[in-house]
């Protein structure tokens, strides 16, 4: 066997244990769909089966990628890291960029200690490692190094560095950060910027946060509403903001403010779900859409999606009948219109179809098994990720041999829990 290969088969305790993760170790598709199409054939391809050869799949992506598209599908598999932790710790003893990422997710689920990670690439010519040790400055010693981070040329750097101030936060780091959080030209810098000032709190962070909601846009003040609503700044503050911009923002940050009200202030909840109530009925279609998304399921927001279902834009349509999936009084009628709904195309269809398979609907699998075979990636993806809501492991099984590593890696991530 290659040397790569075994490296990579000792990283797994089931490599040796069946032909399909064999196959996938190996980055042979063809012996791949072979063998995952005689394991359908034979019935044997339950979840356990499933979750071996994804973690497989995913296990060789993370090992033998390279270049951009490897960096990025390992970013992808944040959420579902612990199963690959052992690939991740392999590829990080390398020095390329896919390295750098597998490091950057080793730190964010704390498997590697951050200092000597610090200290080793400070100033590192590439840039990938310099985030690494952005992303490592987490202790008081590091915060002025951090904080010239904030404007290093590469964004890479400049997010880590931004996600080490919102989980250490440090007071000294306020102006640097309202100034990123204004002028960054990256929305991520912007964003990790907003929400490290609400993890400082006080009534200067207050004040920095409303000079922003100034000159923001929409984006930019949905992230303010949530920097308004961490701890530090909700009681400096933050909850009057809130309480005022619901009240009075007619646009999606006001909606926002609502709902995070409701959240994190039990007493602001009549008020606020009122106000989520005729954001759902009279708003704007983004604001109808987030209002559903948001509202509690009680008093006048049954009322108000019951009114909603009969929207005349379907997407409106379509949410508020997928919120009232939930309430027990209103789901079969539910399901009857969502099930209408899932025989037209457009996003109005695919999102009833996805609804649908959520809560264990089966009239819309064999809609979404035909779709595997679509020549639209997204659209397979899709279908993939739909079937393994309806638990339908052996269809969707099919795309752990897909040709895009994207869409492998994305239902490898969902088969092992992410």
């Known amino acids: 066997m290659h040397r790569r290969h075994l490296a990579l088969c000792l990283l797994l305790p089931a490599c040796a244990t069946t032909p399909s993760v064999d196959a996938a170790l190996h980055r042979d598709l063809s012996s791949l769909r072979r063998s995952i199409a005689a394991e359908q054939k034979k019935g044997g391809l339950d979840r356990s089966r499933a979750s071996e050869i994804a973690q497989a799949v995913a296990a060789r992506e993370v090992y033998s990628g390279v270049g951009p598209g490897a960096t990025a ?18 590829r990080s003893s390398r020095q390329d960029e896919p390295a750098a990422e597998a490091m950057l997710v080793l730190l964010a689920h704390r498997r590697v200690a951050a200092e000597p990670l610090a200290s080793r690439y400070d100033d590192a010519d590439s840039g990938a490692w ?73 009534e200067r962070a207050v004040r920095a946060l409303m000079d922003l909601w100034e000159h923001g846009d929409d984006d930019d ?51 606020a779900t009122a106000l989520l109530a005729r954001a759902i009925t009279q708003g704007s279609v983004d604001e109808q859409a987030l209002a559903i998304q948001v509202s509690p399921l009680a008093g006048p927001v049954i009322q108000a999606l019951e009114e909603a279902s009969r929207d005349a834009d379907p997407d409106v349509r379509v949410a508020a009948l997928t919120r009232l999936l939930e309430a027990p009084s209103a789901r079969n009628r539910a399901v009857v219109a969502l099930r209408d709904h899932a025989k037209g195309q457009g996003d109005a269809g695919d999102a009833a179809r996805a609804a649908l398979a959520r809560t264990g609907d089966r009239s819309v699998e064999p809609g979404f098994v035909k779709a595997l075979a679509s020549p639209a990636w997204r659209t397979r993806q899709e279908a993939g990720l739909a079937l393994l809501s309806l638990g339908d492991f052996v269809h969707a099984s099919t795309l752990l041999a897909d040709d895009d590593a994207n869409v492998r890696v994305a239902v490898a991530c969902r088969i092992l829990g992410g």
């Open 73 to 90: 599908r390992i970013r992808s598999l944040r959420a579902c890291a612990p199963p690959v932790m052992d690939a991740l710790e392999a």
């Open 130 to 202: 310099r985030a690494v040790a952005a992303r490592a400055s987490l202790s008081p010693s590091r915060f002025l190094k951090r904080r010239q981070y904030f404007v290093d040329p590469d964004q890479r750097v400049r997010r880590g560095a931004l996600e080490a101030a919102l989980e250490a936060p440090a007071p000294l780091d306020q102006p640097a950060l309202a100034e990123a959080a204004r002028l960054d030209p990256d929305a991520l810098c912007r964003s990790l910027a907003t929400r490290a000032l609400g993890m400082i709190g006080g």
């Open 221 to 271: 003040r949905v992230t303010i509403v949530e920097a308004l609503s961490k701890r530090p700044t909700l009681v400096a503050g933050g909850r009057e903001e809130l309480l005022h911009l619901a009240e009075t923002d007619r646009g999606v940050p006001g909606v926002a403010a609502a709902g995070t009200l409701l959240r994190v202030e039990p007493s602001s909840a009549a008020q």
